[in-house]
């Protein structure tokens, strides 16, 4: 993983948030907890400007990482039965 993050992901500065608007009409749920420091939520709120389709999530109990929290793993679970993701490995 450091192979990307030292490559900036291979993208271009700023490609995500230019093209962002590229996921209008796919539906998609952000969610972000409020104590993680590592992602600012306003990166959250900035993407959901972006793809009107997606709902965000604000988790005021969790941070980064879901085992932390158990409302960020039940928000996970139910982001994935919402939009058909649970399966084997999932």
Request: contains cysteine; charged residues 25%.
């Amino acid at each position: 993983m450091t192979h990307y993050w030292g490559n900036y992901c291979f993208l271009e500065e700023d490609q995500v948030m230019r093209d962002i608007g590229k996921l209008s009409g796919i539906p998609g749920m952000l969610i972000h907890g409020r104590n993680d420091l590592g992602g600012p939520l306003d990166t959250a709120w900035e993407i959901k400007k972006g793809w009107p389709d997606a709902e965000l999530v604000i988790l005021n109990d969790a941070g980064h990482i879901a085992e932390e929290s158990s409302s960020m793993e039940r928000a996970i679970l139910d982001a994935l039965d919402r939009y058909g993701a649970t399966g084997p490995g999932l």
